[in-house]
């Protein structure tokens, strides 16, 4: 068997003790098993009622405080996370003795939903945010399926945050203003942001570059908002073949990995940013814990070297570039009703033993690595925990 070296780190404010994924850099390779556990950060797995977001205290609400946070999409930089509840965007330092979180951008209480994508970062809106991206020069970014919209929050840690739109709609709406089928300046229109228009622009992320990536889901392809003056909007590729949807995608260097389900399987590709051309990284059947079906990746990261995803069939996996497949936590989800509400969330649980049930909504699509921790969303009934895994 493969001998791997990890390093150890303790965060403040996350229970010591257990060592790491691999860092940036390492590249085990050889499918391996490893030793993981979690530990819940945010949330609950005991709350048992509808989420009231009434209650969430928008200047400070505690990690664990409930109702729990609702975590669809997940992006950071360090040790802070953002976090996107579907209407609104969260701050949270993973680092605190007593981690809070604190409402930066959005309202999940409008009724009509509003698209606003002008002015201060509290006064931002969204009706269905989808895909969540903090870029290296400190701007978030986040799409509006509905909207039509690609939007920037210019400093989302800062009081001085200031929301606009980079590409498709720009002009304030709500769903009374929405088109058949929840959509809004429909379009297949690429060139400079301003003038773009897409069909559900979903699963917003960012490369190193400050370059933004979004599948246009109803026009079935993958477009480029360049990080230059007029965030020029440009067809990257097209669905790629075989595959039903994409679920999610990450950047590594100068390639995106996208993946998605497809009849018979899962499929991840690689896309060279540069020329568009496409790579087959795993394929049908290659998550053998889903028993040989659509196990769906239907969330994914990278550590700037492997891939982590996420399968909706309720299992974490490291895969390679080159598609080496390594089971990270998860046994499917829970078997009971009251199985994860039994767990014992005050000690390490064995990522082997853990239980994992997705959100419904299927642009809930982010994990978040960190310096050997990997963030990953779960929803059990109506209490939603972001479990902290680490392995050595």
């Given at each position: 068997m493969k001998t791997f070296w990890f390093t150890t780190l303790l965060l403040a404010g996350a229970a010591g003790g257990c060592t790491q994924l691999p860092g940036e850099g390492d590249?085990?390779?050889g499918g391996e098993p490893k030793v993981c556990s979690a530990r819940l950060f945010a949330g609950s797995t005991t709350f048992n009622r509808e989420t009231d977001p009434a209650q969430w205290n928008a200047s400070g609400h505690g990690a664990k405080a409930e109702p729990p946070m609702r975590l669809f999409n997940l992006?950071?930089?360090?040790?802070?996370?953002?976090?996107?509840?579907?209407?609104?965007?969260?701050?949270?330092?993973?680092?605190?003795?007593?981690?809070?979180?604190?409402?930066?951008?959005?309202?999940?209480?409008?009724?009509?939903?509003?698209?606003?994508?002008?002015?201060?970062?509290?006064?931002?809106?969204?009706?269905?945010?989808?895909?969540?991206?903090?870029?290296p020069d400190g701007r978030a970014v986040i799409g509006d399926a509905w909207g039509n919209g690609v939007i920037e929050l210019s400093d989302p840690t800062s009081a001085s945050c200031q929301v606009r739109?980079?590409?498709?709609?720009?002009?304030?709406?709500?769903?009374?203003?929405?088109?058949?089928?929840?959509?809004?300046?429909?379009?297949?229109?690429?060139?400079?942001?301003?003038?773009?228009?897409?069909?559900?622009?979903?699963?917003?992320?960012?490369?190193?570059?400050?370059?933004?990536?979004?599948?246009?889901?109803?026009?079935?392809?993958?477009?480029?908002?360049?990080?230059?003056?007029?965030?020029?909007?440009?067809?990257l590729a097209d669905l790629p073949d075989q595959m039903n949807t994409i679920n999610s995608m990450t950047a590594i260097g100068d390639k995106l990995y996208v993946a998605g389900g497809m009849s018979g399987g899962d499929k991840i590709v690689e896309i060279n940013t540069g020329t568009g051309a496409q790579r087959t990284v795993v394929s049908g059947a290659a998550f053998p814990e889903a028993a040989g079906r659509t196990g769906?990746?239907?969330?994914?990261t990278s550590d700037g070297t492997n891939l982590f995803v996420y399968l909706w069939a309720g299992y974490v996996y490291q895969v390679t570039p080159s598609g080496t497949v390594t089971l990270l936590a998860g046994k499917g989800p829970p078997s009971t009703g009251s199985e994860a509400r039994e767990l014992n969330v005050d000690s390490p649980i064995d990522g082997d033993m853990l239980p994992l049930a997705f959100t419904g909504m299927v642009h809930g699509a982010n994990l978040y690595w960190n310096q050997g921790h990997l963030y990953v969303p779960a929803q059990y009934n109506y209490a939603d925990a972001l479990w902290d895994i680490t392995c050595e």
């Amino acid at each position: 068997m493969k001998t791997f070296w990890f390093t150890t780190l303790l965060l403040a404010g996350a229970a010591g003790g257990c060592t790491q994924l691999p860092g940036e850099g390492d590249d085990d390779g050889g499918g391996e098993p490893k030793v993981c556990s979690a530990r819940l950060f945010a949330g609950s797995t005991t709350f048992n009622r509808e989420t009231d977001p009434a209650q969430w205290n928008a200047s400070g609400h505690g990690a664990k405080a409930e109702p729990p946070m609702r975590l669809f999409n997940l992006a950071g930089k360090g040790s802070q996370l953002l976090v996107s509840t579907d209407a609104s965007v969260w701050h949270i330092d993973t680092a605190a003795a007593a981690p809070s979180f604190r409402r930066v951008f959005g309202d999940d209480l409008l009724n009509p939903a509003q698209y606003q994508p002008h002015g201060a970062c509290s006064t931002g809106r969204v009706m269905a945010g989808d895909g969540l991206a903090w870029l290296p020069d400190g701007r978030a970014v986040i799409g509006d399926a509905w909207g039509n919209g690609v939007i920037e929050l210019s400093d989302p840690t800062s009081a001085s945050c200031q929301v606009r739109p980079i590409a498709g709609t720009q002009v304030a709406i709500d769903t009374g203003d929405l088109m058949s089928g929840q959509i809004y300046q429909e379009g297949d229109v690429v060139g400079p942001g301003a003038q773009a228009r897409f069909r559900r622009p979903d699963d917003a992320t960012g490369d190193a570059q400050g370059n933004v990536y979004v599948y246009d889901d109803s026009n079935m392809a993958v477009k480029k908002i360049a990080n230059d003056a007029a965030h020029t909007v440009s067809k990257l590729a097209d669905l790629p073949d075989q595959m039903n949807t994409i679920n999610s995608m990450t950047a590594i260097g100068d390639k995106l990995y996208v993946a998605g389900g497809m009849s018979g399987g899962d499929k991840i590709v690689e896309i060279n940013t540069g020329t568009g051309a496409q790579r087959t990284v795993v394929s049908g059947a290659a998550f053998p814990e889903a028993a040989g079906r659509t196990g769906v990746p239907i969330a994914m990261t990278s550590d700037g070297t492997n891939l982590f995803v996420y399968l909706w069939a309720g299992y974490v996996y490291q895969v390679t570039p080159s598609g080496t497949v390594t089971l990270l936590a998860g046994k499917g989800p829970p078997s009971t009703g009251s199985e994860a509400r039994e767990l014992n969330v005050d000690s390490p649980i064995d990522g082997d033993m853990l239980p994992l049930a997705f959100t419904g909504m299927v642009h809930g699509a982010n994990l978040y690595w960190n310096q050997g921790h990997l963030y990953v969303p779960a929803q059990y009934n109506y209490a939603d925990a972001l479990w902290d895994i680490t392995c050595e």
